[in-house]
């Protein structure tokens, strides 16, 4: 059969899982269906982005405020519901939790459950949608802790690197699931046409050096002077490339984390005097994004802790963030460190 050919047949999501499953107990049948249901929930998710711009009743916000303190967009609450009601309903989890949703929800008595655990962000960068900016859901899986009622909090007080699977949808000028069970990290894209994301990425590796770094500079007034240095590094002629690298800031970090993953390069969130431990949620956003970067030969750290190593103390406990290539989280968290200049 044709290159040509084969290429226009495709694989999906449950082929690749398959060939997985012998090396890596983590893609069993039980994960294929919840990354199956997952899909659903990211499919019906596109289906309105892509059309928001043409009923406005999607668009704007809904009044209220969340658990993070921020404003609720219509397609956060839509997107958080899509995730929660096709999650209880997948078979196969003990419980859920959800960035835009205070403690944690249960899977109803009168529905099956399973032996996993997810937490998810149904939509990061949300505030970028009334401007059709890509936006993404993050999602992240444990298996529960084995004695532990399924309701409670501990089965998610987790290290990531207990994770047993995490991933991204990037809904940007194609819509994207890029995920990993822990063998490497794996892009597929949405093929519209015939509703089935199908293998455009395998396994992707991250430049083991960038030329891009992403942060937010109108926060640098509030930062200390370590924080500051690593950024007058990326900014300098000190940098391997010999001149400063290039500033992209999307203000999505799905969408900016994809990139990096892609050409090489370093994505910041550090604390400040405003928000000591940043913005970004451990659990629902550093966690997986940390072992996707990892497994694709990244890295990922709080400045000074490597973030797979930090045992989360409550659900949407915050963390500085430095995430990307190898040898730029090395420079960036060494510079935190007081070394390396
Ligand atoms: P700021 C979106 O709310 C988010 O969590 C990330 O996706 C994004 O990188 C960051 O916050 C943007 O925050 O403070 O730069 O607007």
């Known amino acids: 059969m044709s290159d040509a050919i084969k290429y226009r047949m495709g694989t999906t999501i449950t082929e690749h899982l398959l060939q997985s499953e012998d090396e890596f107990p983590a893609a069993t049948g039980q994960f294929t269906q919840l990354l199956n249901e997952l899909i659903t929930g990211a499919k019906l998710i596109s289906r309105e982005i892509n059309k928001a711009g043409l009923l406005a009743d999607l668009l704007g916000l809904t009044g209220e405020i969340n658990v993070q303190g921020e404003k609720v967009r219509k ?7 899509v995730f929660i009601w096709r999650m209880q309903r997948s078979g196969l989890l003990c419980a859920l939790s959800s960035e835009e949703n205070e403690g944690v929800i249960r899977v109803p008595d009168n529905l099956p459950r399973g032996n996993y655990v997810i937490i998810f962000d149904p939509l990061d960068g949300s505030s970028n949608i009334d401007a059709n900016v890509s936006i993404g859901t993050i999602f ?12 409670t909090v501990e089965n998610f007080l987790r290290r990531g ?43 992707i590796r991250m430049p083991e050096q960038g030329k891009i770094y992403s942060v937010n500079e109108a926060n640098s007034m509030y930062w ?25 800031y999307i203000g999505s970090m799905v969408a900016d984390f994809h990139r990096n993953l892609m050409y090489g390069g370093i994505y910041m969130y550090p604390g400040d005097s405003g928000k000591p431990s940043g913005k970004l949620r451990l659990l629902c956003e550093a966690a997986p994004m940390a072992f996707i970067a990892e497994q694709a030969g990244g890295a990922a750290t709080d400045g000074r802790r490597r973030i797979l190593d930090i045992k989360a103390g409550s659900l949407h406990e915050r963390t500085p963030l430095f995430v990307g290539s190898r040898q730029d989280v090395e420079k960036a968290t060494a510079i935190m460190q007081g070394h390396g200049l």
């Open 224 to 248: 200390d002077e370590r924080t500051r240095a690593v950024i007058d590094y990326f900014k300098s002629g000190r940098t391997h490339l010999g001149k400063p690298y290039t500033s992209r």
């Open 75 to 81: 397609l956060d609450e839509f997107a958080d519901h």
């Open 161 to 203: 690197s207990e994770q047993v699977a995490a991933g991204y949808f990037l809904y940007g000028s194609s819509t994207m699931l890029v995920y990993t069970v822990g063998n490497g990290v794996h892009g597929f894209t949405l093929d519209p046409s015939v509703g089935e994301f199908l293998l455009s990425h395998p396994h």
């Open 140 to 151: 992240s899986i444990y298996r529960r802790i084995e004695g532990v009622p399924c309701g």
